[in-house]
């Protein structure tokens, strides 16, 4: 059974800094690109971020290039996004997601469609 968990979100100022892990298991995590995506309060689901299976190469949304990581320990089976200079409008629903096949539920995105498991991890930012 693939699972996907999402967790180290919560309430941070702007400016702060936060990291996400994801904790995969079920599937072969090392062959697979990941990515991040979410979604505010009242808007649709944005893609943030992605990753191929090996980690060399990385891609980022224009909102938050500069700003965040993305990376992934393949022996661990752990994806992680680590953002920095948090802003308002980072305030959303994080969820670590796999492409489309997996047996998840959809999720589609300005960079395509998507599958995750679970609820996400919520980011706020606010003062």
Not at 67 to 76: E, G
Not at 90 to 96: E, G, N, Q
Not at 97 to 120: A, F, M
């Amino acid at each position: 059974e693939v699972q996907l968990v999402a967790s180290g979100g919560g309430l941070v100022q702007p400016g702060g800094s936060l990291r996400l892990s994801c904790a995969a298991s079920g599937f072969t995590f090392g062959t697979y690109d990941m990515s991040w995506v979410r979604q505010a309060p009242g808007k649709g689901p944005e893609w943030v971020s992605a990753i191929n299976n090996d980690g060399d190469s990385r891609y980022y949304a224009g909102s938050v290039k500069g700003r965040f990581t993305i990376s992934r320990d393949n022996a661990k089976n752990i994806l992680y996004l680590q953002m920095n200079g948090l802003k308002h409008g980072d305030t959303a629903v994080y969820y670590c997601v796999t492409p489309s096949g997996l047996g998840g539920t959809r999720i589609v995105t300005n960079n395509g469609e998507y599958e995750y498991w679970g609820q996400g991890t919520q980011v706020t930012v606010s003062s």
